[in-house]
């Protein structure tokens, strides 16, 4: 039997090793942390689902904005100055990607592939694993001021249109209607189709049960390198030895740039660092879960608590999460909800998380230049725990032999020579 070794059990790593298990593979998942660990992107994301999920960060006149947001501290957009001189390639790439209409609707319409069946290969995988309960239909209600800042983000909601997303809009009354709880600053709302996992790292762990308990070996350690006799993979190095395989999956989230670069690739992956906070107490009564577009933050219920996810952060891989960030999130939930301001003293759970991102908003999916045993699925940036399932399924594609070309050209690893 065919012997792939999957590195990291993040999202991307365990549907790709569940699907491979599904296709007659045996596996072997390697990673330090348990599958579900708080380190993972995936542990503590917005578990957003859904189709309309094709709009890149960067998009026409965004340049524009960000000096803005990098002098506002309680901007969205955070750089750790020293950084700068090493980011500065990285951010002119990402803005030049969505400079223009023309060079936004093909990344789109590659992002539109990997999403566009999301909640249904969600909820058929947490069916199959038993963890139904963490999947359910919710949509998601973008608010704004009014309707005239609504109609300013034309080109978004046109190709979110095209690419098959639906959702309904809401003027002053009916938003109302919809979500009593909405604060009297906004006006417009717009509530898109989808679904939510309620708890992105439970999910991941139910899945990397399941596997474990279907045969997948756990490796606990790092991987090193990789070893190859000619063009043929021989193993994988980690902390703790080699692992003689036939294949191997590069899945290891923001960390994979340097296993990437020993296989032939250099990629110019950033960790986009995104946090989120959980305020136990006294909470605004919400039907929905909002996302403020002025604020870029996303507010929700989860039981008594309210958790508010958002901010991105580039200061690098391994530094510790900034505080700062966490009351700036706390700060701009409060002034939309003043009952949250009164958390002053209240302990707050946080999380930084480290989304693995790619300048031209796109993920690298592909054979390794070194050796085609060797496949790439890594750089979701925003959209990973939506499009892991697809990716999953390419990649076992690509292992299989089965994959177009077609359908992975514009993932490819060789795209940013
Ligand atoms: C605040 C925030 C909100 C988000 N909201 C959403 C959302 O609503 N919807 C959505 O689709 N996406 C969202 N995302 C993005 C999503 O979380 C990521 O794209 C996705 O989780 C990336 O998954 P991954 O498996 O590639 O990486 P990770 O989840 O980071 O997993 C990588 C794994 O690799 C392991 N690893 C690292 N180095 C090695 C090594 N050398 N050897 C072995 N293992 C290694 C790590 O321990 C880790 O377990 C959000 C992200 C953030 C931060």
Not at 22 to 46: C, I, K
Not at 388 to 416: C, H, K, M, N, Q
Request: proline share 7%.
């Amino acid at each position: 039997m065919t012997h792939v070794a999957v590195v990291g059990a993040g999202i991307v790593g365990v549907t790709t090793a569940y699907s491979l298990l599904r296709s007659g593979y045996a596996v072997t998942l390697v990673d330090p942390e348990e599958p579900g660990s708080a380190r993972a992107a995936s542990f503590g994301n917005g578990g957003w689902l859904s189709p309309s999920l094709v709009i890149p960060s960067a998009m026409p006149g965004l340049w524009k904005m960000i000096p803005g947001m990098l002098l506002d501290p309680r901007g969205p957009l955070t750089v750790d100055i020293r950084r700068l001189p090493r980011l500065m390639p990285w951010l002119t790439r990402f803005i030049w990607n969505g400079a223009t209409e023309e060079r936004v609707r093909p990344t789109s319409r590659a992002l539109s592939r990997l999403v566009g069946s999301c909640p249904d290969r969600h909820r058929q995988i947490a069916s199959e694993i038993g963890a139904s309960h963490l999947i359910e239909p919710s949509g998601l209600l973008f608010l704004y001021r009014s309707r005239q800042a609504y109609a300013r983000e034309a080109l978004p909601w046109a190709l979110r249109r095209e690419l098959g997303a639906r959702w309904i809009e809401l003027d002053e009354g009916p938003l109302r209607e919809v979500e009593p709880g909405t604060p009297d600053i906004y006006g417009f709302g717009a509530l898109v189709e989808g679904g939510h996992c309620v708890d992105p790292g439970k999910f991941v762990a139910a899945l990397g049960r399941f596997l474990v308990a279907n045969g997948v070996v756990h490796r606990r350690g790092r991987a090193l390198g990789f070893s190859f006799d000619g063009d043929r993979l021989t193993g994988i190095e980690t902390e703790g030895g080699n692992i003689a395989c036939d294949k191997a999956v590069v899945s290891a989230g923001a960390w994979s740039g340097t296993l990437a670069a020993a296989l032939g690739d250099r990629v110019p992956l950033e960790a986009e660092r995104g946090h989120h906070i959980v305020i136990p107490g006294p909470a605004p009564a919400l039907r929905n879960r909002l996302l403020l577009t002025d604020r870029k933050i996303t507010v929700r219920r989860v039981g008594d608590a309210t958790k508010i996810t958002g901010q991105v952060d580039f200061s690098g891989l391994e530094k510790p999460a900034n505080p700062l960030r966490f009351q700036v999130l706390r700060d701009l939930a409060a002034d939309a909800f003043p009952i949250l301001g009164s958390a002053g003293s209240r302990e707050m759970a946080t999380w930084m998380g480290r989304r693995p991102s790619l300048p031209d908003g796109l993920p690298v999916i592909g054979r390794s230049t070194r050796s085609p045993d060797v496949v790439h699925a890594f750089g979701h940036g925003h959209v990973g725990f939506a499009s892991a399932p697809e990716t999953a399924r390419l990649v076992t594609g690509i292992i299989t032999g089965t994959a177009r070309e077609s359908d992975i050209a514009a993932y490819s690893p060789r795209r940013f020579r």
